[in-house]
């Protein structure tokens, strides 16, 4: 209803590919109720490059878990084009933290398994799974095991496996974080990459600013201890991007502003994490 | 020499070089009659190999494999739907916890009172043994999956049936191993009590102990040299059984 309210009011911006409404996420911890999240609400854009930037503890991963089904929210609702989001589902992928490959299956046949599920034939399945590996660069190693490849590979091989879903929204959950700098630069740009190929939507929860800012168009920052929206930004920066963009004015502001926002976030998390404290991540509790 | 030859070639020095020493120490001092050097032992390993030794094998091999695998058909499953319903995790909860730490052949004397001097009693003895160590592997397999998996999993859309199959088996397999390892080796253990404490009229567990009722010492150890026989034989068919899965021998290191 509502999307159907913005599409007819807005033709000159693309369709919302999913809508976060007045999300609240609220845990029980040691019979205290703690607010992970506290009524969030965003839009996603169908082709657009979303980051969400926060220090650790602020629920960015818990919002992203919500808007891919695998976490219910409190109070509040996600839906895409297809209708609410209950549950995970194809329409959604999601790339974790931990490559997560299946290490019993050779790299092409944890991506075909995963076309398979979608009810694509065998054949065809391996066809598309080549295809993909070949879009992520990892041409040459289909047959390999999982353990064989270092971690950016394996990263990349999950993210073929979740482009292979053809999700309307792809979600990405610090992907990059257990990489080393190197590995990390590079599979930043490969992703920019990648994304000019398949034209997905993609929402990325990081906590590194410099990569939020560098890899999104709209940039979301959340404040912690509960998690709210305290800063959303577009700035003005050249797509592709490239490393060159780092270097521009608009840049060095967009990355300020971020820090300017989060900074005292992050202080007191960091402060209390060294004094061994528990409160600066729990917060205000309801 | 290449990497694999060196593999086997290493561990057989070592073994020859302990051998070695224990021979020449028998050949300076002179031992107790009771205790036999290398040749001694290999000498009656050899003379022993008749009819008479295959049927003690052969007896001894088939109570082991009866009881673990009764052992392990009802402890896989078990483990597996307990770990993952709740329900049914409480019910047993307190017996695991109860028969876990009692030590299990306490309980012959019960199955013979019951089941006589048998060999249903000796393997049911072998089986419960059995049963614990695979029941505590599975069961933390299980618990232990990485639950992205599970993410993973419910994210490309795979049915509950293919999750379980393709996902939740080959997770859990790597534990499975250890526990049915575990009770393999439980299985032979108990195997001897069970012949011995359970007047067994055949067996390697009645060739040890009737070899000690005579002082018969090259019976003794040409029956526990068999023992070990058995044991290695049983672990040899497991790799090779599953020699196309290195993962479940933790060689595939998970990611």
């Not at chain 1, 295809?131 to 590979?153: H, I, K, Q």
């Not at chain 2, 020493?21 to 032992?41: D, H, K, M, R």
């Not at chain 2, 049963?131 to 639950?147: D, E, K, L």
Request: with cysteine; proline share 6%; glycine share 10%.
């Amino acid at each position: 209803m509502t999307l159907a309210s913005d599409l007819a009011s807005a033709p000159n911006t693309p369709p919302i590919a999913l809508r976060v409404e007045g999300v609240s996420r609220t845990y029980s911890r040691k019979g205290r109720n703690v607010r992970a999240l506290n009524n969030i609400s965003l839009s996603v854009l169908t082709g657009e490059f979303m980051t969400i930037v926060g220090p650790s503890g602020c629920g960015k991963s818990t919002l992203l878990q919500i808007m891919g089904g695998f976490d219910r929210p409190s109070t509040g609702t996600v839906a895409t084009a297809a209708g609410p989001v209950t549950g995970p589902s194809r329409d959604i992928g999601m790339v974790f933290q931990r490559p997560t490959l299946f290490p019993w299956w050779t790299v092409e046949k944890n991506v075909s398994w995963a076309l398979r599920c979608g009810g694509i034939k065998r054949r065809e399945a391996l066809r598309r799974s080549r295809e993909l590996l070949e879009l992520v660069g990892l041409r040459g190693f289909e047959t390999a095991f999982p353990n064989e490849l270092s971690g950016g590979m394996q990263q990349r091989a999950a993210l073929a496996r979740t482009l292979s879903l053809e999700p309307s929204v792809l979600l990405m959950d610090e992907p990059f974080s257990a990489l080393d700098a190197q590995t990390r630069e590079l599979m930043q740009e490969e992703l920019i990459r990648i994304r000019q190929v398949a034209g997905t939507t993609i929402v990325f929860v990081t906590h590194d600013i410099r990569e939020a800012v560098f890899l999104g168009d709209r940039i979301v920052a959340l404040s912690g201890s509960p998690g709210e929206i305290a800063l959303e930004l577009t700035p003005d920066l050249p797509r592709p991007r490239t490393r060159e963009v780092m270097r521009s004015q608009e840049f060095l502001d967009a990355y300020e502003a971020v820090w300017a926002c989060i900074r005292d976030q992050a202080r007191r998390a960091s402060a209390s994490t060294r004094a061994g404290m528990r409160q600066g991540d729990e917060g205000r509790t309801t | 020499m290449n990497e694999s030859l060196l593999r086997w070639v290493r561990p057989l020095l070592a073994l020859l070089l302990i051998l070695g020493a224990w021979q020449a120490a028998g050949s300076v001092w002179s031992f107790p009659a009771y205790v036999l050097v290398p040749t001694e032992i290999a000498g009656a390993w050899f003379s022993s190999l008749d009819a008479e030794m295959g049927g003690a094998v052969g007896a001894t091999a088939l109570r082991a494999s009866a009881g673990f695998v009764l052992g392990a058909v009802i402890a896989l499953p078990l483990a597996t739907v307990a770990a993952l319903l709740r329900p049914v995790e409480n019910l047993l909860e307190p017996y695991i916890g109860f028969f876990y730490a009692l030590p299990k052949i306490s309980l012959l004397p019960v199955l013979v009172l019951w089941l006589g001097y048998s060999d249903s009693a000796r393997i049911t003895m072998i089986a419960v043994s059995a049963f614990f160590p695979i029941y505590i592997y599975m069961h933390a397999g299980v618990r232990g999956i990485n639950p992205d998996y599970l993410k993973v999993a419910a994210n490309v859309g795979a049915t509950r049936r293919e999750t379980f199959l393709r996902v939740v088996i080959p997770a859990v397999a790597p534990m499975a191993m250890v526990g049915i390892r575990v009770g393999v080796a439980i299985s032979l253990i108990v195997t001897f009590a069970a012949e011995v404490i359970g007047q067994s009229p055949n067996g390697l567990g009645r060739h040890i102990q009737d070899g000690f009722g005579i002082l018969s010492y090259e019976q003794m150890y040409t029956g526990i040299v068999m023992f070990a026989l058995i044991g290695l034989g049983i672990d040899l068919l497991l790799r090779v059984a599953t020699r196309n899965r290195p993962s479940i021998w933790g060689e595939a290191s998970p990611t």
